[in-house]
C-alpha cells in the first residue's frame, strides 16, 4: 500500500522510532524480539531503529535475554537511566514543588516549599518557582540527566495550546502568560565546559496545562487508582483549595473547545446558595473546598494555621476525622452529597466506567465516600454499585495528591517519547497525549 498524502518516509520512521521507545519503556527490560512482536515489526526492521536509540543514548543494552527458540539469544533492552528528563511543576494557592522523572518513570529529584501565593503576582510566584527549578536541575545533572522540556500544573483555566492561565480564581490570576516568567528557567543550558550552549539551540519545551487533567494523565501513565488501572472512561477529580476534575474519553482527554473542560468546581449544586469568587452562587467549591470543609468543621484559622503548607490542613481535617470529632465529619459528609450532587449530571451526561477521587479527596475519601455514593445512586441512571459488574465505581486514585506534579513530570516527556531522536524540539504538543 502506498503511504497516505503528506506521509513521508521521515515521518514512518519518526513514529516507528517512538513505538519502539514506548514499546521498551513499558515492557523492558525486553528482547528484540519481544519488541518486535510488541509493536508488529519484524525483527529486520526493528533492529535499525534499536540501534539508532542505543546511539542517541535513549536506551541501554542491560545483558542477556531469555532463549526464545532458534539462533543466539539477544540482549535484552531497557531505557536508558541517563539523558532526558521530564521537569514537573505544581503551583498551588499554598505551596510549590517540582519534580524531575526520567525515561524509566522514576522520580530523580524532588523540592517543595510553602508559598502564600494566593493574590500574589505571578512574576514573584514564577521567580520563585524558577529558582525551585534551578534546584532540581543541578541536582538531576551530576546525576547524567537533562531536562527535556517542562510541565506546569495550575489551578485554573489555560488557554488550550498557549501558556496563558486564563483565570485562576483561588491565585487571583486573570490572562496571565507564563512563558516570560519562566523564561530564564527554560533557556538553553550551558556547554559541558563552559560558556553559552550550543549556537541556535532551542530553549526547553514547555507546557502549562490544568492541575486536574495532569493528574488524570498520571493515573493512567502509573498503574491507575489504587484498587486497579482506570479503565478508558473515567472522571478524575481532584480537590484541595479549589475542585478540579479531568474527563477521560476512549483514553483520550476531553479537553473542551477552549480547553476548559472539567471545571466541575464552579457547578452550581445549590443555585440559590453562597456567593463563588468566580461570580456565580452555590458553586460546589463553596461546599466541597478545603476552605469550606475547614469552615463548616468549626476548626478556625487560627487552629487551621499551624497546619498549613502542601496537604497540612488536609491532614488535620483527616487526623480530626479519624479522632471522631462530629463536626469535622459531618463537614465531610456534606462535602461528599456536594461533590454527588455535581458528579450526577457528568455520570448521567457521559456514562464513564468511573470516578476517581485524586488531591485531597483521596485522603478524605473515608468519609466523603459514603454520601457522595448515596447521591450518585439517587439521581443517576446507574448507580454506583461495585458489587455489580458494568457498574459505575467509585475508587480512590493511586498518585493521590503527588497526581498533578507527577502527571507535569511524565507529560514533559512526551517531547522525547514523541520524536526520541530530536528530543530537543522546540515544542512540546499542547494537548495532553494519554497513550
Not at 383 to 404: F, Q
Request: some cysteine; proline content about 7%.
Amino acid at each position: 500500500m502506498t503511504a497516505a498524502r503528506g506521509d513521508t518516509q521521515h515521518g514512518i520512521r519518526r513514529r516507528n522510532l517512538s513505538r519502539v521507545l514506548r514499546a521498551v519503556a513499558a515492557e523492558g527490560p525486553v528482547s528484540r524480539a519481544g519488541v518486535a512482536a510488541r509493536i508488529g515489526l519484524t525483527r529486520a526492521g526493528v533492529a535499525p531503529l534499536v540501534d539508532e536509540l542505543l546511539r542517541a543514548g535513549l536506551l541501554v543494552e542491560t545483558g542477556r535475554a531469555a532463549p526464545s527458540g532458534r539462533g543466539r539469544p539477544g540482549s535484552e533492552l531497557a531505557v536508558s537511566d541517563r539523558g532526558p528528563a521530564g521537569l514537573g511543576a505544581e503551583i498551588g494557592v499554598d505551596h510549590l514543588a517540582v519534580c524531575a522523572v526520567d525515561l524509566r518513570g522514576r522520580v530523580r529529584a524532588r523540592v517543595a516549599a510553602d508559598a502564600a501565593n494566593r493574590r500574589s503576582e505571578p512574576g514573584a510566584v514564577l521567580a520563585h518557582l524558577s529558582e525551585l527549578l534551578a534546584e532540581v536541575t543541578a541536582g538531576i545533572a551530576v546525576e547524567g540527566l537533562r531536562p527535556a522540556g517542562l510541565a506546569v500544573a495550575v489551578p485554573g483555566l489555560v488557554a488550550r495550546g498557549s501558556a496563558t492561565v486564563v483565570h485562576a480564581p483561588n491565585l487571583g490570576w486573570r490572562e496571565a502568560d507564563l512563558g516570560p516568567g519562566l523564561a530564564a528557567a527554560l533557556a538553553p543550558a550551558p556547554a559541558a565546559h563552559g560558556g553559552s550552549g550550543s549556537p541556535g539551540a532551542a530553549a526547553l519545551p514547555l507546557m502549562v496545562e490544568n492541575e486536574a487533567n495532569l493528574g488524570a494523565l498520571a493515573e493512567l501513565r502509573l498503574g491507575g487508582a489504587a484498587d486497579g488501572s482506570p479503565p478508558p472512561d473515567f472522571v478524575h477529580v481532584s480537590a484541595e483549595i479549589g475542585i478540579g476534575a479531568a474527563i477521560v474519553v476512549d483514553g483520550q482527554l476531553l479537553r473542551g473547545a477552549r480547553g476548559f473542560a472539567g471545571e466541575l468546581g464552579h457547578v452550581p449544586v445549590y443555585p440559590d446558595g453562597r456567593p463563588c469568587g468566580c461570580g456565580g452562587r452555590g458553586c460546589l467549591e463553596q461546599y466541597a473546598g478545603e476552605e469550606a470543609v475547614l469552615r463548616a468543621g468549626g476548626l478556625t484559622k487560627r487552629a487551621a494555621a499551624g497546619s498549613s503548607g502542601p496537604g497540612g490542613r488536609i491532614a488535620l481535617l483527616a487526623h480530626r476525622a479519624a479522632d471522631g470529632d462530629a463536626g469535622v465529619i459531618r463537614a465531610l459528609h456534606e462535602a461528599g452529597t456536594a461533590l454527588g450532587i455535581a458528579l450526577a449530571g457528568t455520570v448521567n451526561l457521559l456514562d464513564p466506567q468511573a470516578v476517581v477521587l485524586g488531591g485531597a479527596l483521596a485522603r478524605l475519601a473515608p468519609w466523603v465516600l459514603p454520601s457522595l455514593e448515596r447521591e450518585l445512586a439517587l439521581r443517576t441512571a446507574v448507580a454506583a454499585d461495585a458489587a455489580r459488574p458494568g457498574r459505575l465505581s467509585v475508587v480512590v486514585s493511586g498518585p493521590a495528591a503527588d497526581g498533578p506534579l507527577l502527571g507535569a513530570a511524565h507529560a514533559a516527556l512526551g517531547a522525547v517519547l514523541d520524536d526520541p531522536v530530536r528530543s530537543g524540539a522546540t515544542t512540546l504538543s499542547p494537548p495532553v497525549d494519554i497513550r
